[in-house]
C-alpha cells in the first residue's frame, strides 16, 4: 500500500530517538529503477559503485546498510525465471562486496544477505567472523531463504516442487516452514562455531610455542535434523563475539528462526494500523521464546521515493511503473513524497513500536542522497536522530550488549587442556 499524495501525516511530539538503515539493491528496489535518468546502470557490478554508495550512507550517519543477494536472477516472479530481459539481472556476491568495503569506512555497519538454504553454516561462520575482523566489529548477516526450484539445481543435492503462484514468496505452507526451521539451525551452528573458541583463547605464548589454549577450543557437537557439525571453527572468536543476525518476516506466525535465532527483524508493515500489530507480535513470540527484553531491535521497511514535492515524487513512481509495465507491489509501504513528510511519518510510525526503519530507496542515485541530505537533516531537527556517532561496534550502535562465550562458562570448571563436546 503507498501513500496517496497529499494525504495527511499525523505529526507530533517526538517519541525519542530511533535507528535508521538503508537496503542497497541493484540499482535501487524499483525494477526499472536502472533506466531512470542519472542511474550509473554501467557500473553495477563495480566495486567503486558500491563504495560510494555506502560511503554515503556513512556520511549521512545512517546506522547500518544491508546488502541484498539471491542464488539466481531476481525474477518478476518469485517462483522462478521469468525471461524478462528489462530488469537488472546479476549482482556481486553480497558478503564478499562488504569484505571490499570494510576498509574504506569506519563506522557504519554491514549486513549482506546470505542464503541458509544450500549453504554449509562453517563456511557462512568464517566468512563473517572474517569480515567482523575486516570490519573491526560491524559485521552482521541478514539469513533469507529459498525454495526456487532452479536455483536448487545449482547444487544438485536436493529438488523443491514450483511453489503456489499466487504465494507472495513462491512457497507453499509446508516447505515455508521447513525452509525457515532449516535456517533456525543453520543459525545455531553459526553461532556455536562463532563461540567454539574463547575470546582469550590465542595465547601466543613464544616462550613455550603455544599459539593456542586447546582447552579454549572445543567442538560444537551439533546433531539435528538439518546438519551433524562437530566443529570448532578455524576462525578466532569474532571481535565482537556474536556478529548480528537478522531476518525479514514474511507471513503467518512468526517462525522459530525470527523468535529465537535472531537479533534483528525486519517487518514489512502495509500501513500504520500494521506497523503496531507486526511489531507487538513479533515481540510477543520472541517473549514467550524466552529472549530476553532488549536482547533484539525491530525494523520496520518502507520503499521510498523522495522529491522536493509528493507530486514530483508521485509522477517519477508512474512513471517508472510505465517502464516496468506493471504497478510496483513489493509486499510493503511505498512512500512517495517529501522527506518532511517522511520524517512526520516515521516519527509516527516509531510511536507505535519499532526500534527503527530500513528504508528502501526507490532508486539509489536519487533517493538514498535525499535520504543522507534531506530526511536526515529533518529528521535531527525533529529529535528524532542522534546528532553524532558514539563508535565502537555494530552491536555498540545499536545498543546490544557484547555476549560471553556459552563455553567459557560452561567449562571454566573443567581446565586445562580439554577439547570437549558440550
Known amino acids: 500500500m503507498s501513500t496517496p499524495p497529499g494525504a495527511p501525516v499525523p505529526d507530533g511530539p517526538p517519541a525519542g530517538t530511533f535507528h535508521l538503515a538503508v537496503a542497497l539493491e541493484g540499482a ?126 545449482h547444487f544438485g543435492r536436493r529438488t523443491f516442487p514450483r511453489g503456489p503462484a499466487d ?36 595465547i601466543r605464548d613464544v616462550a613455550s610455542g603455544r599459539f593456542v589454549d586447546r582447552g579454549k577450543l572445543h567442538h560444537i557437537g551439533f546433531e539435528g535434523r538439518h546438519f551433524s557439525v562437530k566443529g570448532p571453527s578455524i576462525t578466532p572468536r569474532p571481535p565482537q563475539g556474536q556478529p548480528l543476525v537478522g531476518a525479514s518476516a514474511r507471513v503467518g506466525a512468526p517462525p522459530r528462526l525470527l523468535a529465537e535465532a535472531v537479533d534483528l527483524v525486519f517487518l514489512a508493515p502495509r500501513d500504520t494500523e500494521e506497523v503496531r500489530t507486526l511489531t507487538d507480535g513479533i515481540r510477543a513470540a520472541r517473549s514467550a521464546a524466552g529472549q530476553p527484553e532488549g536482547t533484539g531491535r525491530v525494523f520496520a521497511d518502507l520503499v521510498v521515493f523522495l522529491d522536493e514535492s509528493a507530486t514530483a515524487a508521485t509522477a517519477r513512481l508512474r512513471r517508472l511503473d510505465a517502464l516496468a509495465q506493471e504497478p510496483y507491489a513489493p509486499g510493503t509501504h511505498v512512500f512517495a513524497g517529501t522527506p518532511a513528510r517522511l520524517a512526520a511519518l516515521l516519527t509516527e510510525w516509531h510511536r507505535r513500536g519499532p526500534d527503527g526503519f530500513r528504508l528502501r530507496p526507490g532508486v539509489l542515485s536519487h533517493d538514498l542522497p535525499a535520504i543522507t541530505r534531506g530526511l536526515v537533516p529533518e529528521l535531527r531537527r525533529r529529535g528524532a536522530l542522534r546528532t553524532a556517532r558514539p563508535g565502537g561496534t555494530f552491536r555498540d550502535l545499536l545498543g546490544l550488549a557484547r555476549p560471553a562465550s556459552r563455553y567459557a562458562a560452561r567449562y571454566a570448571t573443567t581446565r586445562p587442556g580439554r577439547t570437549t563436546a558440550p
Do not use: C, M, N, Q
Open 28 to 153: 535501487g528496489a524499483h525494477p526499472a529503477a536502472w533506466r531512470e535518468p542519472g542511474s550509473p546502470a554501467r557500473e553495477l557490478v563495480t566495486p567503486g559503485y558500491w563504495a560510494g554508495l555506502v560511503a554515503e550512507a556513512e556520511r549521512g550517519l545512517l546506522d547500518f546498510v544491508t546488502f541484498e543477494d539471491a542464488l539466481g536472477p531476481p525474477p518478476s516472479s518469485p517462483t522462478g525465471p521469468d525471461g524478462r530481459t528489462d530488469r537488472v539481472r546479476g549482482r556481486l556476491d553480497a558478503v564478499l562486496t562488504a569484505a571490499r568495503v570494510a576498509p574504506l569506512t569506519r563506522h557504519i555497519g554491514l549486513l549482506p544477505t546470505v542464503v541458509a538454504t544450500h549453504t554449509e553454516p562453517f563456511h557462512v561462520s568464517k566468512a563473517i567472523a572474517t569480515l567482523d575482523y575486516v570490519s573491526g566489529g560491524r559485521a552482521g548477516l541478514l539469513v533469507t531463504v529459498s525454495g526456487r526450484p532452479d536455483e536448487a539445481r
Open 167 to 202: 504465494s507472495p514468496d513462491g512457497l507453499g505452507s509446508a516447505l515455508r516452514a521447513e525452509l525457515l526451521d532449516e535456517a533456525a539451525d543453520h543459525v545455531e551452528v553459526v553461532r556455536r562455531l562463532w563461540d567454539s573458541w574463547e575470546d582469550d583463547a590465542e
